[in-house]
């Protein structure tokens, strides 16, 4: 089976690995492969610190991901050699003052009787865990089964786990997908040159709604969400694992990495296709961060970045085939594409490959949008 997939991001990486893995011949189009949201990411694997009311579907899909991620990660490090900084050793979110601390009250009720295990903390035990912590932190939860990943290393591995596969990797635009017959047929490069496949996936991110070639509606809304990232670095230990605060109703996360990296993000800004870096971005998340952890501006400064989330309708995945045959969705992973990048290369490779797809992808295919359309 030919199979071309639009988009070298962390979802489309990972899916042409486990094509390839069950047989498929696949092609990667992407100019800048790694180069999306993935590269800017902080890569925090967080179902439950992330946890928002009503979405309890995206909550199951996310914990079937953080189940899958150890033997996605020992698999894929065996076969490439190459690390990728997974983390499993929980996530702690702490609280700024008393409103805070009521929301973090308030989530870990709810996470409760969703029978979810978190642990409540005095200000005290979060800053026996976190020394660094300033001393007015109120309290927090701690996520014992939640963690991290560095991005930027997971898609250096996919690259070279779906290239000894036989990943075929185009770096050139896709400007439109071939139709004929009213099926998908392939693909339609920037520079005119046509790629047949049996199968087409669209996985461009926010870029997904740019295609040419398609009937109306076959691609729900698929919009660009903005957040930018602050990278530090520090000689010695500054946090024991990935820390989340909530500073006034605002919230900030530090992520750091074995090699002395802390990563401190993330805004979150409708501003369509604007990649700018703004002082006020940055001043929001250093402010935010000093007020829990003070020490925070003694670290040297590495670099600011910005990225585009794709967000869809209903801020969840779009992942299935769609009313055109032979063309199929793996979009809108909103702020959790990093997290779901094992279960989503899971359904999406079992769909392209018609073999039994995971139940968990049930509320997520694209015809969830038909309605609305």
């Known amino acids: 089976m030919e199979i071309v997939i639009i988009g070298a991001g962390v979802i489309g990486l990972a899916t042409a690995w486990r094509a390839a893995a069950g047989g498929a011949a696949v092609t990667l189009v992407d100019p800048r492969p790694a180069g999306g949201a993935s590269s800017v990411a902080a890569g925090m694997l967080t179902p439950v610190s992330e946890l928002t009311y009503g979405e309890e579907p995206l909550l199951r899909l996310g914990l079937a991901s953080r189940e899958r991620y150890g033997p996605f990660i020992a698999e894929l490090e065996e076969v490439t050699g190459l690390g990728t900084g997974h983390r499993t050793d929980g996530i702690l979110e702490v609280a700024f003052d008393s409103g805070d601390l009521g929301y973090l009250d308030d989530l870990r009720r709810f996470q409760e009787r969703l029978g ?8 005290r035990e979060c800053r026996r865990h976190e020394p660094m912590l300033a001393p007015g932190v109120r309290g927090g939860l701690l996520a014992p089964e939640d963690g991290s990943i560095d991005p930027r290393r997971l898609t250096r591995a996919l690259l070279a786990a779906g290239e000894g596969l036989g990943v075929r990797l185009v770096r ?11 099926a998908a047929v392939g693909v ?4 005119g040159t046509q790629i047949r496949a049996d199968k087409v996936l669209l996985a461009a991110g926010p870029w997904s709604g740019d295609i040419e070639g398609l009937p109306d509606g076959i691609v729900p809304p698929v919009r660009p969400v903005k957040g930018q990232v602050i990278r530090l670095r520090t000689p010695v230990p500054f946090l024991r694992r990935s820390t989340r605060g909530l500073v006034k109703g605002s919230s900030v996360y530090l992520v750091p990495r074995t090699d002395g990296e802390v990563v401190v993000g993330a805004t979150q800004e409708e501003m369509g296709f604007d990649t700018r870096v703004t002082a006020g ?6 402010r935010d961060a000093r007020e829990l952890l003070p020490g925070i501006t003694e670290l040297e400064f590495v670099e600011v970045s910005a990225g585009l989330r794709p967000g869809s309708p209903d801020n969840a995945p779009v992942m299935g085939p769609t009313a055109l045959p032979g063309f199929f969705l793996g979009t809108g992973h909103f702020r959790n594409g990093v997290l779901l990048t094992p279960v989503s290369a899971d359904i999406l490779a079992a769909m392209l490959l018609e073999q039994p797809v995971p139940e968990v992808a049930a509320p997520f295919t694209p015809d969830r949008f038909s309605e609305v359309q």
């Open 116 to 123: 979810i295990p978190t642990e409540a903390l005095t200000g």
């Open 172 to 182: 050139q635009r896709a400007a439109g997908v071939l139709v004929q017959a009213d």
């Open 188 to 191: 339609r490069l920037g520079d």
């Open 281 to 286: 971005g940055l001043w929001e998340l250093l």
